[in-house]
């Protein structure tokens, strides 16, 4: 009698482990489609960034078909994988904007599951335009900066900075320089390589300025540096030397600013030509002339230096300096070197008593190298 109740609890025990394991064990509900959809951002998400892809990933199944649609009803382009399990936005969204997006998956048991959900994007306290310089297809001189302009100052540099890209076709290295809050800048550390070709990206749209501030569009920029051509001036001599490649091709007579007259002296330093007029006024009330109005006229500073003819002058040219800080050439010659002229070129000055400070446009070629990588607001 015991020997039987102790086999039968013996048996109770077995039973009890069997059904312990069974009861632990999960059961697949066979009514549920097994494809697992993920969408990124998630259905209700607010404050999106707009450059942030939209993504769909399936698992245990493939995308059959998907959409994201603008407030407006326009379709948002954008791409599936190979496989069918991935769909990715191909363009940047609006800003302030709510997207929906809708769509079909097909699980390996053959059930659909359906897409759909919405999400609002980034509103920003402001959009902030820049322009960018040199513009496309333009041909320019070997000491041209690349010129980044803020039509607002801008707080976060270093993200902005990080935004920009310069590629070019002799591998040249340069640095960004803050010259203003709103003005960022490109260079060399030496003048461009003539004939280089230079790719600008300053992919702006969505990045935060800081301050609520937000990039309101990219802009690029493809452009061509030229010949070398570099203006070399020694004020005392009274010639202005124009070289190419390195080699000597023009020799102009010129008067320079007064050399006695300190405010009127042509600056020493690197400038570049920006500007080209064949007549332009030179009046300036301060000096006591008005109605003036030279031919051939290239600028080489905001300062108010300037190359060009001045037959009024001529008994001083290749004589005396007297000009206002100008050189002065003889018609014939301006018009000769106006004509090989190029915005970018670089200017060289040398032999003056005035040195300017590093403030008036385009001024990047008097700072030097180390304090100009110092300007850069990445680290």
Excluded at 99 to 110: F, I, L, N, P, R
Excluded at 194 to 221: H, I, P, R
Excluded at 255 to 271: A, H, Q, R, V, Y
């Amino acid at each position: 009698m015991k020997r039987t109740l102790g086999a039968l609890l013996l048996s109770l025990v077995v039973l009890t482990g069997c059904s312990s394991v069974e009861t632990g064990t999960a059961k697949v509900d066979s009514t549920l489609p097994t494809a697992k959809v993920t969408v990124e951002p998630a259905d209700g998400a607010k404050d999106v960034a707009v450059t942030s892809p939209v993504q769909v990933t399936v698992q245990d199944g493939v995308i059959e078909a998907v959409a994201l649609k603008s407030p407006e009803g326009k379709e948002v382009k954008g791409k599936l994988t190979e496989d069918k399990k991935g769909w990715t936005t191909t363009e940047p969204l609006g800003y302030g904007k709510t997207y929906t997006y809708s769509g079909t998956v097909k699980g390996s048991d053959g059930k659909s599951v359906e897409i759909k959900g919405a999400f609002g994007t980034l509103a920003p306290g402001a959009q902030t335009r820049a322009t960018l310089f040199p513009s496309d297809d333009q041909t320019v001189g070997v000491a041209v900066p690349i010129m980044v302009k803020f039509e607002a100052p801008v707080q976060d540099k270093a993200t902005v900075e990080k935004a920009l890209k310069v590629t070019n076709s002799a591998n040249v290295q340069g640095a960004w320089a803050w010259l203003t809050d709103q003005e960022v800048h490109f260079r060399p550390e030496k003048y461009w390589p003539a004939n280089t070709k230079v790719k600008v990206e300053a992919k702006l749209y969505g990045v935060n300025y800081g301050g609520g501030a937000y990039g309101k569009a990219d802009v690029t920029s493809d452009f061509t540096i030229g010949r070398n051509q570099v203006v070399k001036i020694n004020t005392p001599s009274h010639q202005l030397i124009v070289e190419r490649d390195g080699q000597q091709v023009a020799s102009y007579p010129a008067s320079f600013g007064k050399d006695d007259d300190t405010e009127l002296n042509t600056p020493n330093g690197t400038f570049v030509v920006m500007q080209k007029d064949e007549t332009f006024s030179f009046d300036n009330p301060r000096y006591g002339y008005t109605n003036v109005v030279k031919k051939w006229a290239v600028r080489i500073s905001n300062h108010g230096e300037f190359i060009h003819e001045n037959n009024d002058n001529a008994g001083n040219i290749g004589k005396v300096n007297s000009s206002h800080g100008c050189a002065n050439l003889l018609e014939a010659d301006a018009k000769a070197y106006y004509d090989t002229a190029m915005i970018g070129d670089p200017v060289e000055v040398s032999g003056s008593s005035l040195n300017l400070p590093a403030q008036f446009d385009w001024y990047d070629w008097q700072i030097p190298w180390q304090q100009w990588k110092a300007k850069s607001a990445v680290k």
